[in-house]
């Protein structure tokens, strides 16, 4: 059983940055590729992007690359999205999430709750 909190989410103009983390309970952390995905008002959960376990590889979505960056620190059983250049249409919830690495669109068996992002233009 893993547990999943999001925290980082706000309100930021256009052209900002945010950090959003995701604090992971229980032992197994580290054997988990983590990713991140976000649902926007009246649009379906899309996958924005994944870590492996060790965090040697990483995925994204072709709309964040250059712009996000994933990390993780097993120490700290937590996953980060670093989100720099924010358009207006990243606005949306964020969730964390097991995945598969090999799969990491399906996303997995544990979620957060979620944490806003909104972007002003």
């Known amino acids: 059983q893993v547990q999943l909190v999001e925290s980082g989410g706000g309100l930021v103009q256009a052209g900002g940055s945010l950090r959003l983390s995701c604090a992971a309970s229980?032992?197994?952390?580290?054997?988990?590729?983590m990713g991140w995905f976000r649902q926007a008002p009246g649009k379906e959960r899309e996958f924005v992007a994944a870590?492996?376990?060790?965090?040697?590889?990483?995925r994204y979505v072709e709309s964040v690359k250059g712009r996000f960056t994933i990390s993780r620190d097993n120490a700290k059983n937590t996953v980060y999205l670093q989100m720099n250049s924010l358009k207006s249409e990243d606005t949306a919830v964020y969730y964390c999430?097991?995945?598969?690495?090999?799969?990491?669109?399906?996303?997995?068996?544990?979620w957060g709750q979620g944490t806003q992002v909104t972007v002003s233009s």
């Open positions: 999430t097991t995945v598969r690495f090999a799969v990491p669109e399906v996303g997995g068996d544990y």
């Open positions: 229980g032992r197994t952390f580290s054997s988990y590729a």
């Open positions: 870590i492996s376990w060790s965090g040697g590889s990483t």
